[in-house]
Protein backbone atom coordinates (compact mmCIF):
# COMPACT_ATOMS: atom_id res chain seq x y z
CA UNK A 1 0.00 0.00 0.00
CA UNK A 2 1.46 3.47 -0.89
CA UNK A 3 1.96 6.38 1.72
CA UNK A 4 -1.67 8.30 0.56
CA UNK A 5 -3.42 4.86 1.05
CA UNK A 6 -1.74 4.26 4.72
CA UNK A 7 -2.64 7.61 5.69
CA UNK A 8 -6.34 7.08 4.28
CA UNK A 9 -6.51 3.59 6.43
CA UNK A 10 -5.51 5.31 9.49
CA UNK A 11 -7.80 8.31 8.87
CA UNK A 12 -10.44 5.60 8.67
CA UNK A 13 -9.46 3.79 11.57
CA UNK A 14 -9.28 6.04 14.38
CA UNK A 15 -12.46 7.30 16.09
CA UNK A 16 -11.73 11.07 15.43
CA UNK A 17 -11.15 10.15 11.65
CA UNK A 18 -14.54 8.60 11.54
CA UNK A 19 -16.54 11.41 13.35
CA UNK A 20 -15.07 14.06 10.89
CA UNK A 21 -16.30 11.98 8.46
CA UNK A 22 -19.64 11.96 9.81
CA UNK A 23 -19.44 15.70 10.67
CA UNK A 24 -17.86 16.97 7.33
CA UNK A 25 -20.41 14.93 5.44
CA UNK A 26 -23.29 15.86 7.80
CA UNK A 27 -22.54 19.46 7.11
CA UNK A 28 -22.50 18.82 3.21
CA UNK A 29 -26.48 17.01 3.60
CA UNK A 30 -27.81 19.98 5.65
CA UNK A 31 -26.21 22.53 2.90
CA UNK A 32 -28.13 20.44 0.33
CA UNK A 33 -31.40 20.04 2.61
CA UNK A 34 -31.17 23.98 2.43
CA UNK A 35 -30.73 24.62 -1.04
CA UNK A 36 -33.82 21.91 -1.93
CA UNK A 37 -35.85 23.55 0.50
CA UNK A 38 -35.22 26.65 -0.91
CA UNK A 39 -35.85 25.74 -3.98
CA UNK A 40 -38.90 23.76 -3.60
CA UNK A 41 -40.32 27.29 -1.94
CA UNK A 42 -40.16 27.96 -5.91
CA UNK A 43 -43.36 26.66 -6.05
CA UNK A 44 -45.74 29.45 -3.99
CA UNK A 45 -44.34 31.83 -6.91
CA UNK A 46 -46.07 29.67 -9.50
CA UNK A 47 -45.23 27.03 -12.28
CA UNK A 48 -43.32 28.91 -14.27
CA UNK A 49 -40.46 29.55 -11.77
CA UNK A 50 -40.12 25.86 -10.43
CA UNK A 51 -40.47 24.49 -13.82
CA UNK A 52 -37.29 26.99 -14.70
CA UNK A 53 -35.65 26.19 -12.13
CA UNK A 54 -36.19 22.35 -12.26
CA UNK A 55 -35.29 22.72 -15.42
CA UNK A 56 -32.31 24.49 -15.25
CA UNK A 57 -31.15 21.70 -12.80
CA UNK A 58 -31.15 19.30 -14.86
CA UNK A 59 -29.67 20.93 -17.72
CA UNK A 60 -26.50 22.72 -16.51
CA UNK A 61 -23.11 21.60 -17.68
CA UNK A 62 -25.46 19.63 -20.14
CA UNK A 63 -27.03 17.46 -18.33
CA UNK A 64 -23.05 16.80 -16.80
CA UNK A 65 -24.10 19.15 -13.84
CA UNK A 66 -26.87 17.07 -11.91
CA UNK A 67 -25.17 13.68 -12.40
CA UNK A 68 -21.58 15.49 -10.52
CA UNK A 69 -23.95 16.63 -7.89
CA UNK A 70 -25.87 13.42 -7.61
CA UNK A 71 -22.51 11.49 -7.28
CA UNK A 72 -21.60 13.85 -4.57
CA UNK A 73 -24.49 13.79 -2.42
CA UNK A 74 -24.69 9.99 -2.96
CA UNK A 75 -21.10 9.73 -1.60
CA UNK A 76 -21.56 12.01 1.48
CA UNK A 77 -24.80 9.87 2.07
CA UNK A 78 -22.92 6.55 2.13
CA UNK A 79 -19.97 7.89 3.63
CA UNK A 80 -22.49 9.42 6.38
CA UNK A 81 -23.69 6.01 6.97
CA UNK A 82 -20.96 3.65 7.09
CA UNK A 83 -18.47 5.80 9.75
CA UNK A 84 -21.90 6.61 11.60
CA UNK A 85 -22.59 2.79 12.07
CA UNK A 86 -18.91 2.11 12.25
CA UNK A 87 -18.69 4.60 15.32
CA UNK A 88 -21.48 3.05 16.53
CA UNK A 89 -20.07 -0.16 16.45
CA UNK A 90 -16.40 1.01 18.33
CA UNK A 91 -18.56 2.32 20.90
CA UNK A 92 -20.98 -0.63 21.75
CA UNK A 93 -18.00 -2.94 21.81
CA UNK A 94 -15.75 -0.53 24.07
CA UNK A 95 -18.91 -0.22 26.36
CA UNK A 96 -19.21 -3.71 26.45
CA UNK A 97 -15.47 -4.46 27.77
CA UNK A 98 -15.95 -1.94 30.31
CA UNK A 99 -19.61 -3.21 31.46
CA UNK A 100 -18.97 -7.02 30.52
CA UNK A 101 -20.76 -7.91 34.13
CA UNK A 102 -23.74 -5.24 33.65
CA UNK A 103 -26.03 -6.43 31.53
CA UNK A 104 -28.35 -3.89 32.05
CA UNK A 105 -26.20 -1.04 30.51
CA UNK A 106 -27.53 -0.03 27.13
CA UNK A 107 -26.43 2.49 24.51
CA UNK A 108 -27.57 6.36 25.43
CA UNK A 109 -31.30 6.74 24.21
CA UNK A 110 -30.05 9.89 22.00
CA UNK A 111 -27.76 7.48 20.11
CA UNK A 112 -30.57 4.51 19.80
CA UNK A 113 -33.32 7.59 18.74
CA UNK A 114 -30.42 8.69 16.03
CA UNK A 115 -30.05 4.94 14.50
CA UNK A 116 -34.49 4.84 14.28
CA UNK A 117 -34.81 8.48 12.80
CA UNK A 118 -31.47 7.88 10.74
CA UNK A 119 -33.59 4.67 9.54
CA UNK A 120 -36.53 6.48 8.93
CA UNK A 121 -34.83 9.30 7.18
CA UNK A 122 -33.42 6.34 4.30
CA UNK A 123 -36.56 4.65 3.99
CA UNK A 124 -38.16 8.24 3.43
CA UNK A 125 -35.45 9.23 0.59
CA UNK A 126 -35.91 5.70 -1.43
CA UNK A 127 -39.77 6.70 -0.93
CA UNK A 128 -39.26 10.20 -2.16
CA UNK A 129 -36.68 9.52 -5.22
CA UNK A 130 -39.37 6.67 -6.21
CA UNK A 131 -42.10 9.33 -6.04
CA UNK A 132 -40.98 12.68 -7.70
CA UNK A 133 -37.08 11.66 -9.37
CA UNK A 134 -38.31 8.29 -10.73
CA UNK A 135 -42.08 9.04 -11.17
CA UNK A 136 -43.01 5.25 -10.52
CA UNK A 137 -46.52 6.63 -10.90
CA UNK A 138 -47.53 6.61 -14.53
CA UNK A 139 -49.51 9.87 -14.55
CA UNK A 140 -46.97 11.85 -12.61
CA UNK A 141 -44.06 10.58 -15.03
CA UNK A 142 -46.54 12.01 -18.04
CA UNK A 143 -47.06 15.40 -16.57
CA UNK A 144 -46.08 18.28 -19.21
CA UNK A 145 -45.56 21.87 -18.23
CA UNK A 146 -48.53 23.73 -20.45
CA UNK A 147 -46.48 26.56 -21.14
CA UNK A 148 -43.64 24.50 -22.80
CA UNK A 149 -44.87 20.77 -23.50
CA UNK A 150 -41.33 19.81 -24.10
CA UNK A 151 -40.73 19.94 -20.35
CA UNK A 152 -41.92 17.73 -17.42
CA UNK A 153 -44.28 19.73 -15.04
CA UNK A 154 -42.82 20.09 -12.04
CA UNK A 155 -44.97 22.38 -10.32
CA UNK A 156 -48.51 20.01 -11.16
CA UNK A 157 -46.13 16.61 -10.45
CA UNK A 158 -45.92 18.06 -6.83
CA UNK A 159 -48.94 19.32 -6.27
CA UNK A 160 -50.94 16.27 -7.73
CA UNK A 161 -48.58 13.97 -5.76
CA UNK A 162 -50.14 15.93 -2.70
CA UNK A 163 -53.52 14.70 -3.51
CA UNK A 164 -53.26 11.37 -1.64
CA UNK A 165 -53.50 12.26 2.20
CA UNK A 166 -51.61 8.98 2.89
CA UNK A 167 -48.97 10.17 0.89
CA UNK A 168 -48.79 13.51 3.07
CA UNK A 169 -49.43 12.11 6.32
CA UNK A 170 -46.28 9.68 5.28
CA UNK A 171 -44.64 13.25 4.52
CA UNK A 172 -45.61 14.90 7.73
CA UNK A 173 -44.30 11.43 10.12
CA UNK A 174 -41.40 11.26 8.30
CA UNK A 175 -39.94 14.25 7.67
CA UNK A 176 -40.93 15.14 11.65
CA UNK A 177 -38.69 12.08 12.46
CA UNK A 178 -35.93 12.99 10.14
CA UNK A 179 -35.95 16.59 11.76
CA UNK A 180 -35.23 14.85 15.24
CA UNK A 181 -32.58 13.17 13.92
CA UNK A 182 -31.08 16.95 12.13
CA UNK A 183 -31.87 18.76 15.49
CA UNK A 184 -29.90 16.12 17.55
CA UNK A 185 -27.04 15.69 14.46
CA UNK A 186 -26.32 19.36 14.25
CA UNK A 187 -25.22 19.67 18.27
CA UNK A 188 -23.43 16.54 17.78
CA UNK A 189 -21.68 18.03 14.64
CA UNK A 190 -20.51 20.99 16.69
CA UNK A 191 -19.10 19.17 19.39
CA UNK A 192 -17.03 16.83 17.26
CA UNK A 193 -15.59 19.95 15.47
CA UNK A 194 -14.99 20.70 19.05
CA UNK A 195 -16.32 23.61 18.77
CA UNK A 196 -19.31 22.74 21.46
CA UNK A 197 -18.24 24.50 24.95
CA UNK A 198 -19.97 25.48 28.31
CA UNK A 199 -19.87 28.90 26.95
CA UNK A 200 -21.55 28.04 23.55
CA UNK A 201 -23.80 25.10 24.11
CA UNK A 202 -26.58 27.49 24.60
CA UNK A 203 -25.91 29.15 21.02
CA UNK A 204 -25.46 25.87 19.48
CA UNK A 205 -28.63 24.25 20.55
CA UNK A 206 -30.27 27.66 19.58
CA UNK A 207 -28.64 27.24 16.18
CA UNK A 208 -29.84 23.33 15.89
CA UNK A 209 -33.24 24.42 16.79
CA UNK A 210 -33.87 27.46 14.37
CA UNK A 211 -32.35 25.59 11.27
CA UNK A 212 -34.18 22.29 12.18
CA UNK A 213 -37.86 24.33 12.65
CA UNK A 214 -37.14 26.39 9.21
CA UNK A 215 -36.22 23.30 7.69
CA UNK A 216 -39.35 21.64 8.71
CA UNK A 217 -41.85 24.47 8.13
CA UNK A 218 -40.49 24.82 4.60
CA UNK A 219 -40.71 21.27 3.48
CA UNK A 220 -43.78 20.74 4.97
CA UNK A 221 -45.78 24.07 4.09
CA UNK A 222 -45.72 22.29 0.54
CA UNK A 223 -47.57 18.92 1.45
CA UNK A 224 -50.16 20.22 4.06
CA UNK A 225 -51.13 23.71 2.18
CA UNK A 226 -51.66 21.74 -1.12
CA UNK A 227 -53.61 18.77 1.25
CA UNK A 228 -55.86 21.40 2.54
CA UNK A 229 -56.58 23.59 -0.92
CA UNK A 230 -54.46 26.46 -0.05
CA UNK A 231 -51.63 25.37 -2.86
CA UNK A 232 -53.48 24.62 -6.12
CA UNK A 233 -52.69 24.37 -9.40
CA UNK A 234 -54.17 27.08 -11.10
CA UNK A 235 -53.22 25.71 -14.16
CA UNK A 236 -51.50 28.91 -17.02
CA UNK A 237 -53.41 31.85 -16.85
CA UNK A 238 -51.11 33.42 -19.21
CA UNK A 239 -51.54 30.81 -22.27
CA UNK A 240 -55.15 30.46 -21.54
CA UNK A 241 -55.80 33.84 -21.56
CA UNK A 242 -53.70 34.98 -24.05
CA UNK A 243 -55.29 31.73 -26.79
CA UNK A 244 -58.61 31.63 -25.05
CA UNK A 245 -58.39 28.16 -24.12
CA UNK A 246 -58.96 26.01 -20.39
CA UNK A 247 -56.07 24.36 -19.43
CA UNK A 248 -57.17 20.81 -20.24
CA UNK A 249 -56.97 22.29 -23.88
CA UNK A 250 -53.25 24.02 -22.93
CA UNK A 251 -52.00 20.37 -22.03
CA UNK A 252 -53.86 18.24 -24.74
CA UNK A 253 -51.96 21.01 -27.27
C1 LIG B 1 -42.27 18.00 1.13
C2 LIG B 1 -41.10 18.43 0.86
C3 LIG B 1 -40.37 18.09 -0.41
C4 LIG B 1 -40.72 18.31 -1.71
C5 LIG B 1 -41.98 19.01 -2.23
C6 LIG B 1 -39.67 17.79 -2.55
C7 LIG B 1 -39.65 17.84 -3.93
C8 LIG B 1 -38.75 17.19 -4.74
C9 LIG B 1 -38.83 17.10 -6.18
C10 LIG B 1 -39.93 17.72 -7.03
C11 LIG B 1 -37.78 16.38 -6.62
C12 LIG B 1 -37.44 16.01 -8.08
C13 LIG B 1 -36.76 17.16 -8.75
C14 LIG B 1 -36.59 16.87 -10.22
O1 LIG B 1 -36.16 15.77 -10.58
O2 LIG B 1 -36.84 17.76 -11.01
C15 LIG B 1 -37.01 16.00 -5.45
C16 LIG B 1 -35.84 15.27 -5.47
C17 LIG B 1 -35.14 14.92 -4.35
N1 LIG B 1 -35.44 15.22 -3.04
FE1 LIG B 1 -37.02 16.26 -2.40
N2 LIG B 1 -38.68 17.27 -1.75
C18 LIG B 1 -39.09 17.40 -0.44
C19 LIG B 1 -38.40 17.00 0.69
C20 LIG B 1 -37.20 16.33 0.68
C21 LIG B 1 -36.45 15.92 1.85
C22 LIG B 1 -36.90 16.19 3.29
C23 LIG B 1 -35.33 15.28 1.40
C24 LIG B 1 -34.21 14.65 2.18
C25 LIG B 1 -34.34 14.09 3.35
C26 LIG B 1 -35.36 15.30 -0.04
C27 LIG B 1 -34.42 14.73 -0.85
C28 LIG B 1 -34.48 14.67 -2.22
C29 LIG B 1 -33.49 13.99 -3.06
C30 LIG B 1 -32.24 13.25 -2.56
C31 LIG B 1 -33.90 14.16 -4.38
C32 LIG B 1 -33.20 13.61 -5.65
C33 LIG B 1 -32.39 14.74 -6.26
C34 LIG B 1 -31.91 14.31 -7.65
O3 LIG B 1 -32.65 14.42 -8.62
O4 LIG B 1 -30.80 13.83 -7.73
N3 LIG B 1 -36.50 15.94 -0.45
N4 LIG B 1 -37.62 16.51 -4.33
Known amino acids: MNALGKALLGFWESSIGKKLIVAVTGI ?91 LTVLGFVIFHI ?25 YGMVIKGFQNPIVVLFYIVAISFFCTHLNHGISSLFQTLGLRSEKTRWVIGKIGIAVTIA ?31 SVEEVVKS
Open 28 to 118: MLVGFLVAHMVGNLLIFQGRESLNDYAYFLHHFLHGWGIWIFRLGLIGAFTLHIIATIALVRENRSARNSRYAYDATVQAPRSSRMMIWSG
Open 130 to 154: LHFTIRVDPDLAAMKDPMDPSRHDV
Open 215 to 245: LWLGFLSIPFLTSVNILKDKGSPEKSAAHGA
